[in-house]
């Protein structure tokens, strides 16, 4: 993990025993000339017109520059993106983009599934743009949807290009200015009270000076997000990945490659939490992979443990029932009978259809019993078959290490959600300075989640910008009616 100086533990400190009052970042980074310049030259337009900067042009990004376009027509809006706009986005969900869940709707439920976020959020946050309003706006801009059984949205596409080229296109309707393969590097706050930012092209010599009125950074997990908080008063905390797979020991686990359980009860247990943690209890598919162990039971789990895992250098102890809805008493009962119904048979061919394993698991099972598959069932001792019924509800695997979600990276840590108003999104160490997605100490669960974190961060970032420039204007126009007067 990088070592960046605003996240040591010393300057956290100091910064969190100064008064949360609004602070300004002298320009002393930017050259005089860069900004006399910048106020001669457009001094006239700035009387008359506001600008926003978004930093960052993914989903919170362009969503929340589209919601202040829609309510501040005059404001100028620029959408500043070091690589591709809406990059993660188009490879979500396979590439057919997660765009929300549609199985939790209350703000209540849907504030439960964020590890990191979920106490805050249960107020007003998701009242104010749930993943009704989510689904509503895109079916409004003529993108078509669907609810899958676990509640994941999609496009009825399958293709998450219907998503980006909504977005994209609504952006450049309204006139936002899209510009990728730009970074800001720094930014500042000059006497008037406005912010000046230093844009930089990393494939060109080129450096530029932007001034603006409001700020908008949605970097995701990006080190230019952090800095920039940093920068403008802000602690950091430490990120770490969120929504990985887990790595197990025993290697023959590779030979179920492919072999998945509709539904597992997994139990993640951890040196570093000794309470009682509900959390680390999930029920869910469980997929089994070439390296270990996948899927959202197994996803859900990294996200909940996800700094204790870090802490604990990626080692745990995986406790699975591949039968939760059977009792374990009844599981033996149920063994028992099978065994004296098919007396003859040989263990590898039959096995009871009510635990609904495929063939594949069975005779690994087996294997683990250090059972031969031609032995017929009336032969094996009691105490195997106890011994394969304990397994079944209570499998004890050994976590080694992460993998990587493909579809989604996802981390823990960020602007903590402290030092911002929810409400507006906007930071309570400077004024006129916003938040919105992955940036700030927020992450979900496997499922929309994440990105409805970004659309609900992003409307309500717009929503606060839109109406500040707006009645800013209002103001503007009746100041020269006063003095036309």
Known sequence: MPQWPWLHPASAAARRATPSVFRRRRCSSVPASVCASAHSNHAREQEEEKSLVVVGGGAAGVYASIRAKTLAPHLNVVVIEKGKLLSKVRISGGGRCNVTNGHHLEPLGLARNYPRGHKELRGSFFNTHGPRDTMRWFSDHGVELKTEDDGRVFPVTDNSASVVDCLLNEARRLGVSLQAGKSVSSACVNNDGKFVLKVEKRTVDFVDYLNANYVLVATGSSQQGY??????????????????????????????????????????????????????????????????????????????????????????????????????????????????????????????????????????????????????????????????????????????????????????????????????????????LFFAGEVLNVDGVTGGFNFQNAWTGGYIAGTSIGTLASSSDLEQQACLQLKAS
């Not at 139990?267 to 943690?277: C, E, N």
């Not at 195997?384 to 079944?392: E, V, W, Y």
């Open 227 to 432: 800095s920039f908080a940093a920068q403008h008063g802000h602690t950091v905390i430490p990120p770490v990945p969120s929504l990985f797979t887990f790595k197990i020991a025993d290697k023959r686990l590779a030979d179920l490659s492919g072999v998945t359980f509709t539904k597992v009860k997994a139990k993640l247990m951890l040196d570093s939490i000794q309470k009682k943690a509900p959390e680390l209890t999930q029920t869910g598919p469980l997929l089994v992979t070439h390296w270990g162990l996948s899927g959202p039971v197994v996803l859900r789990l990294s996200a909940w443990g996800a700094r204790e895992l870090y802490q604990d250098k990626y080692r745990a102890k995986l406790m699975v029932d591949f039968i939760p809805d059977i009792h374990i008493e009844d599981v033996k009962r149920i063994i028992f009978q099978h065994k004296d119904q098919h007396a003859k048979n040989k263990v590898n061919n039959s096995f009871p259809t009510e635990f609904g394993l495929v063939k594949r698991f069975w005779r690994f099972l087996l294997e683990q019993e250090s059972l031969d598959g031609d032995m017929h069932w009336a032969t094996i001792p009691k105490n195997h078959l106890n011994a394969i019924a304990l397994r079944l509800k209570q499998w004890m695997f050994e976590v080694v290490g992460k993998g990587q979600f493909k579809d989604e990276f996802v981390t823990a840590g960020g602007v903590p959600l402290s030092e911002i108003s929810l409400s507006t999104m906007e930071s309570k160490q400077q004024a006129n």
